[in-house]
């Protein structure tokens, strides 16, 4: 297996050790993911694995135990999983609950299905909602049940979005949230309030509308706390489960392709993306249409003309698959020492159709006489504020989302469009007046920034002080509300 550079922001999260199993629980913070290990006896198994995964093997072999399992709870839409290449190095036999159908040799387990591994069991219960195949597994010690792995059924605080799966004149949004309810009520909650409950996402992830922090917690605590989990109608949970539902990225729907089908082998892929090169192979790939992804956090040393700049530390993989289509080629520009980790992100979504990257950086670009956006004006807050000179020449873009708008407002008189759907509303937006973009803190004003500049815009203005927050705090400009 070729080594795949570990320098993601993993990080081990709940660890369990007694005289039947051990547990360690994995959370990668760039997707707000987390996946499992479970071994008893020398005998261990992985839950919802990552693309890369040497990680779980290095575990296995330190502790002298075989995986026997790769244990899916669903098709995943928000990541690539790496259950594939893990079965095939292990010998592991790859598990999907009832329903599940793939292009490549798995076990589909049977509801209620119990999965020995050394001397505790896995049983498998169904739970559709998120999609049809969706399953939860528990972990049952000495005839009792211990914890429970829910995927994307049951999160801390939410439940998982029944929109995905959605079939034109087959299964509706309704029907899905119509089956959630059910599972949860027939299995999830009938479980022990002592019960572990371990989810498969955590804050930030666009798999549940609005996550709770945490990384675990009991099945009686979620009765109490959780929304979705009181007394309720199936109608009345329907509506509060749909209600301020934002749109799925556009990369869902083909990470969750690449999961039925069996995605590339990252070891073999890795070595294939990671190419230095030259300047001139870059503006060579720039010219024949690649686009430039710049994943530079601070561009006041200069703006790439034509690049899409969405920063390595402002949730790459999140705004990479909001704004960019997956099968789009991409040469990287990134800061010394983020390279690697900037191109293994992007891999762990699926976004295979990487080039290479520039040896040298920004500074290797500007030095070569690079095209640079020269007309982009980055001011201070108050001047991004202040057009009380001539205000028929200036408009203000708001990025944020429309749930955003109704909690806080937004500048009078903004244009609003989502930043996701920026490049589908150009006409909303004027290109013979400056235009402000703004957003909550500045982050997304950079990359619809540099959306507009791609698409010849040559007026924009932004500030690298902040946002609607301080604009608003500051009364520096009049605010409305929807």
Known sequence: MIAVPN????????????????????????LSTF??????????????????????????????????????THFHADFVSGHRELAAITGATIVYGPTAIANFPI??????????????QIRVEH?????????????????????????DTLFLGEVGRPDLAVKSGELTVEMLASYLYDSLRNKIMKLNDNVIVYPGHGAGSSCGKAIGAGKFCSIGVQKQKNYALQEMSKEEFTKKVLEGMPKPPQYFFHDAKLNKCGPADITLLVNEVQKALTFEQFMGFVKSGVTILDTRPNIAEGIIDGAVNISFMSGLVNFVGAIIKPDTKLVIIANNGQVQDSILRLLRIGYDNILGYLQGGFEVYKNNGGPLATTVKLVSLAEFCDVKADPEKHVFLDVRGTGEHKEIGFIKGAIRVPLPEIEAN???????????????????AKMAMSLLVKNGYKNVIITQEGGFILIKEKQLLEIEYI
């Open 426 to 444: 150009l006409e909303k937006i004027p290109k013979d007046k400056f235009v402000h973009v703004y957003c909550k803190s500045g982050g997304r």
């Open 127 to 151: 739970t559709p909602g998120h999609t049809m195949e969706s399953s939860c597994f528990v972990l049952v010690s000495q005839g009792k049940d211990h914890s429970v792995y829910t995927g």
């Open 35 to 72: 996946s499992y290990y479970i071994e008893s006896k020398g005998e261990a198994a992985v839950i919802d694995p990552l693309r890369d995964i040497e990680q779980y093997v290095e575990l296995a072999k330190e502790r002298k135990a075989n995986i026997k399992w790769v244990l899916e």
């Open 7 to 30: 320098i993601c922001e993993n990080q081990l999260g709940e660890k369990v050790e007694n005289q039947d199993f051990f547990i360690q629980q994995y959370y990668i913070e760039c």
């Open 107 to 120: 076990k589909q387990a049977q509801d209620g299905e119990l999965l020995p591994l050394g001397s505790v």
